[in-house]
């Protein structure tokens, strides 16, 4: 009787253990950038620490550039379905941040502009560019490329650079380490809720 009572408590504690390692994903470390300080401003020209202030959180990470005529409409407008999901299902302490990776020409008004443009939600979401060497660092330590590619003009005759560029939404757990990417443009929002919401 003993041998069969410790052999379903066993049981019974392996059982526990399965669930509980099936509620967190087993994400592995993609980007670390725990022990990294990139100066940046934000699209209210305030300057923010990446990722110190971001730290303790979830965040939600986005790579564009604002003339970019299709992948990061796509892939801001798939971040703003995550928040939406997020927000209905009741998940709270949830950043979004986005990362221009052209500072010369997405200052902070250009960021502001084109987050009132598509009437995004800006209560946890915020938009960063910086100095141009900042940006380059932290987009090569990301792993995220973004190479000038063709030129064009608008009526007026001002000079628009497009990029080709990485296709990128990450998510980066509350020390500042990048535990899944995803394709931005084209992301399975269930996959990604879910992964938050398991974490």
């Known amino acids: 009787m003993r041998k069969k009572q410790l052999f379903l408590i066993s049981l019974f ?4 253990l399965v669930l509980i390692n099936q509620c967190r994903p ?15 401003i934000d ?4 300057e923010v620490s990446f990722p110190g202030n ?14 970019c005529p299709d992948i990061c409409p796509l892939t801001t407008n798939n971040m703003r379905l995550v928040q939406e999901r997020l927000k209905k299902q009741d998940v709270q302490d949830i950043n979004f941040v986005t990362i221009s990776f052209d500072p010369d020409v997405d200052k902070p008004s250009v960021l502001k ?11 946890n979401w915020i938009f960063l560019t910086g100095d141009k060497d900042v940006i380059k660092n932290l987009i090569k330590k990301a792993g995220v490329f973004a190479i000038p590619n063709d030129t064009s003009r608008t009526p007026a005759g001002e000079e628009i650079i497009y990029f080709v560029h990485t296709d990128r939404i990450s998510l980066m757990d509350g ?4 535990r899944k990417n995803y394709y931005g443009s084209k992301i399975n929002i269930d996959e990604i809720v879910d992964d938050i919401i398991k974490f």
Do not use: H, M, W
């Open 43 to 46: 699209q209210d020209s305030n």
């Open 26 to 40: 087993d994400l592995p470390v993609e980007t670390d950038f725990s022990g990294d300080s990139f100066a940046l």
């Open 175 to 178: 020390e500042g380490r990048v």
């Open 113 to 123: 502009k084109f987050a009132e443009l598509r009437n995004l939600d800006l209560s």
């Open 13 to 16: 504690i392996l059982l526990i």
């Open 54 to 67: 971001f730290k303790g959180k979830l965040t939600v990470l986005g790579y564009i550039f604002t003339n």
